[in-house]
């Protein structure tokens, strides 16, 4: 992570220097350049599948956590279900990776519910309920342009394809913190490339 020119989490650059840093760390581990960003916190996603009346979002796996119980498949989510269904992951096979899976199929679910009724106004109107916990970057003079983008996508939502980095976790010292001693993922040899050259492929438009 460039803010600390030293390894670590992916998670603890955004902890130290903010979403900028987060950017950074990520454009320098993929050669990416990242234009615009859009942040929403836990109360804010409350909100916003709030908002939507709810949503239905496609579990990997049966599990309980928090009170809540989730079974494989569909499964309906008001604001706070949809929190605790993408902050789990202790009780998952995968751990962190099972949460990924699990938070792309509730970002599926959202766009889903907005796709029956995906009217600018509605949007903006979404947007507005968030109050002071979503930021962005984006000029609001281009919400129009994010918005258009979103609805040419929707009718691709359930076939959209999903990757996640192969790698293996161990036990290391941080490079920043002194001492401290915890689980750290390691990508597998080839795998950062191997996603460079999904990503250019896009960028590309093949």
């Known amino acids: 992570m460039p803010c600390k ?38 109360d ?20 309980d956590a928090e009170g809540y119980h989730f ?11 949809a929190l605790i269904f993408a902050r789990a992951r202790k009780m998952l096979p995968l751990n962190e990776r099972s949460r990924g899976y699990q938070q792309m199929e509730l970002i599926k679910g959202i766009f889903s519910k907005f796709s029956q009724e995906p009217t600018y106004s509605y949007a903006l109107n979404i947007i507005d309920t968030l109050e002071n916990n979503f930021t962005t970057n ?23 394809e999903n990757h996640s980095i192969e790698g293996v976790y161990k036990w290391h010292y941080d490079e920043v913190r002194t001492n401290y001693y915890q689980y750290y993922f390691y990508p597998d040899s080839g795998e950062l490339e191997d996603v460079k050259e999904r990503i250019q492929c896009i960028l590309d438009g093949k």
Do not use: C, R
Request: no cysteine; hydrophobic share 35%; charged share 25%.
């Open 44 to 63: 804010g996603l409350i909100d916003l599948v709030d908002a939507l009346d709810g949503v239905k979002v496609y579990s990997h796996y049966t599990y």
């Open 138 to 160: 984006l000029p609001k003079k281009d919400f129009i342009k994010a918005y258009q983008l979103v609805v040419d996508l929707l009718p691709e939502l359930q076939t959209m």
């Open 71 to 81: 079974t494989k498949g569909y499964n309906e989510v008001d604001g706070e279900k």
């Open 5 to 42: 020119n030293a390894n670590s989490k992916l998670s603890y650059s955004g902890w130290w220097g903010g979403v900028q840093s987060s950017i950074a760390s990520i454009e320098d581990k993929l050669d990416i350049e990242i234009n615009y960003y859009a942040k929403i916190n836990f």
